[in-house]
Nanobody, 119 residues
Framework: QVQFVESGGCSVQPGGPLRLSCAAS?????????TAWYRQAPGKQRELVAS???????NYADSVKGRFTISRDKAKNTLSLQMNSLKPEDTAVYYC????????????WGRGSQVTVSS
């Protein structure tokens, strides 16, 4: 059973940086699938933040372009999200998962990692 474990979330002041990491339980996930970061704010639906294809192409939500960078380390089986210039509206629980043909959440969702941006 594929599992994702997200880590790195914490409380940070507006304008600050934060780096999230995601460990996938199966090595083939990052080699075969597009993997992505999602987030869900209180009272809102989960949304795509950034994705990276198995070929390395990246895609970002308009709200995070220029501030967030998605990357992966296939050797370590990890997915990362570098977040800079954080805003209060970035506050959410962040999740990682895989997707194919635009269908997100191919596998069971992990517990996520809470990011709170507040002064």
């Amino acid at each position: 059973q594929v599992q994702f474990v997200e880590s790195g979330g914490c409380s940070v002041q507006p304008g600050g940086p934060l780096r999230l990491s995601c460990a996938a339980s199966e090595r083939y996930i990052l080699h075969i699938y597009t993997t992505a970061w999602y987030r869900q704010a209180p009272g809102k639906q989960r949304e795509l933040v950034a994705s990276i294809s198995n070929g390395g192409s990246t895609n970002y939500a308009d709200s995070v372009k220029g501030r967030f960078t998605i990357s992966r380390d296939k050797a370590k089986n990890t997915l990362s999200l570098q977040m800079n210039s954080l805003k209060p509206e970035d506050t959410a629980v962040y999740y990682c998962n895989a997707e194919v043909a635009g269908v997100s959440g191919l596998f069971a969702w992990g517990r996520g990692s809470q990011v709170t941006v507040s002064s």
